[in-house]
């Protein structure tokens, strides 16, 4: 099962641009890579999902360097309600626990 | 409205009494779990299911009973509750694969004194 890394921390002013690295040395070939977002005291939220280069949607992207070993979400011009705890998970979807790690808490500031 | 809902949403019971935590989803989805968090540990996963009349271990499912007959309904189960089950859990479904989006419910805040 591939361990992920991630900061646990990170701040950044309203309007910003956040990137948040996932290190996932280990990948296997068929894992993917999921995101998620959680708000205080509520169930985490899915993101964004990919497997290789770059996959954009209405929130967010993520970016899969060609190695696999490791994944960037990047929240474009960031606003205080994106004050959140942000998880890497990566798996195959098969009979395996998902492990979701103890999260990115990221801050913005006004 | 397709969604996870859970009952109770917080409980406050002694230990050795027994509870279920019940869960359900209206998204037809075939995959269910159960999860607990505590501060500093972030998300770990009690229990899940693949289909009706199969279930699995997680992470920590030591003190915790599943059943799926139903595909809808997943109720995570505590004997005999202690102390250290106090926590907040959340039940969640997805469609198809364990690793793909996940819907969460509200969750349950359990209290065990």
């Known amino acids: 099962l591939a361990k992920t890394t991630q900061p646990i921390s990170m701040d950044s002013y309203e309007g910003q641009e956040v990137n948040i690295t996932c290190s996932h040395n280990n990948i296997a070939t068929n894992d993917y890579i999921t995101w998620y977002q959680q708000f205080p005291s509520q169930g985490p939220r899915f993101i964004i999902q990919?497997?290789?280069t770059k996959v954009t949607n209405e929130v967010a992207s993520l970016f899969i360097p060609a190695d696999r070993k490791s994944s960037t979400l990047s929240l474009p011009r960031v606003s205080l309600s994106d004050t959140a705890v942000y998880y890497c998970l990566v798996g195959d979807g098969g009979n395996t626990p998902l492990v979701f790690g103890k999260g990115t808490r990221l801050s913005v500031i006004a | 409205e397709a969604q996870v809902t859970q009952n109770p949403r917080y409980l406050i019971t002694v230990t050795g009494k027994k509870l279920t935590v019940t869960c359900s989803q209206n998204m037809n989805h075939e995959y269910m779990s159960w999860y607990r968090q505590d501060p500093g540990l972030g998300l770990r996963q009690i229990y899940y299911s693949m289909n009706v009349e199969v279930t699995d271990k997680g992470d920590v499912p030591e003190g915790y009973k599943v059943s799926r007959k139903e595909k809808r309904n997943f109720p995570l189960i505590l004997e005999s509750p202690s102390p250290n089950q106090t926590s907040l859990y959340f039940c969640?479904?997805?469609?198809?694969?364990?690793?793909?989006?996940?819907?969460f419910g509200p969750g349950t805040r359990l209290t065990v004194t």
């Open positions: 969640a479904s997805s469609p198809g694969l364990l690793s793909y989006e996940q819907y």
């Open positions: 990919g497997y290789k």
